[in-house]
T-cell receptor
Framework: AQSVAQPEDQVNVAEGNPLTVKCTYS??????LFWYVQYPNRGLQFLLK??????LVKGSYGFEAEFNKSQTSFHLKKPSALVSDSALYFC??????????????FGAGTTVTVRA | NAGVTQTPKFQVLKTGQSMTLQCAQD?????MSWYRQDPGMGLRLIHY???????DQGEVPNGYNVSRSTTEDFPLRLLSAAPSQTSVYFC?????????????FGAGTRLSVL
């Protein structure tokens, strides 16, 4: 079975400060890892993904995430947060082992609030 | 550039009623799926399809039915609505193959069952 844990329900930061949203995962074999963002009353939007290669992945809107295999983590980061980054963030995982198994497992989500 | 379109956006049902949530994509994606989103639980997979004529169950399939007669459409049917099915429902699609991993989501359907 595969699963994702997002240990923080909420993250509050001041605009201009660094933002980190934590994610740990459990999967058999190597993972595909994703971050999605959801703005109010909208569907999920893709931010970035880790498939293979460089452990630091850069994505949309200045976000990046670092894959750490030994800690089974994939934390989302942004060096300088904006008020417009306030949203609900989801981490997701699936195993690489089967090419026709596309099922993603999502974390419970972390609400990010960036105050002006 | 429509992407994934879900209808209706909002629906209120009475217990025992049936209804169909519609999902259509115009990207010729092979893979489509339905999720429900509940507070504190993230997204849970209801049903999915890897191509026309092929469907399979996700982690919470009970009370829901799907079919995939065309590549574009993937409707979700609630057979006899229950209050436990009050949720926000999202449809998603992705291109086939192991390296095309981004799922595209619709805007969601908010369902209340009284």
């Amino acid at each position: 079975a595969q699963s994702v844990a997002q240990p923080e329900d909420q993250v509050n930061v001041a605009e201009g400060n660094p933002l980190t949203v934590k994610c740990t995962y459990s999967v058999s074999g190597n993972p595909y890892l994703f971050w999605y963002v959801q703005y109010p009353n909208r569907g999920l939007q893709f931010l970035l993904k880790y498939i293979t290669g460089d452990n630091l992945v850069k994505g949309s809107y200045g976000f990046e995430a670092e894959f750490n295999k030994s800690q089974t983590s994939f934390h989302l980061k942004k060096p300088s947060a904006l008020v417009s980054d306030s949203a609900l963030y989801f981490c997701a995982v699936r195993a690489q082992r089967r090419s026709n198994d596309y099922k993603l497992s999502f974390g419970a989500g972390t609400t990010v609030t960036v105050r002006a | 550039n429509a992407g994934v379109t879900q209808t209706p956006k909002f629906q209120v049902l009475k217990t025992g009623q049936s209804m169909t949530l519609q999902c259509a994509q115009d990207m010729n994606h092979e893979y489509m799926s339905w999720y429900r989103q509940d507070p504190g639980m993230g997204l849970r997979l209801i049903h999915y399809s890897v191509g026309a004529g092929i469907t399979d169950q996700g982690e919470v399939p009970n009370g829901y039915n799907v079919s995939r007669s065309t590549t574009e459409d993937f409707p979700l049917r609630l057979l006899s609505a229950a209050p436990s099915q009050t949720s926000v429902y999202f449809c998603a699609s992705k291109a086939g193959g192991p390296f095309t991993n981004i799922q595209y989501f619709g805007a969601g359907t908010r369902l209340s069952v009284l």
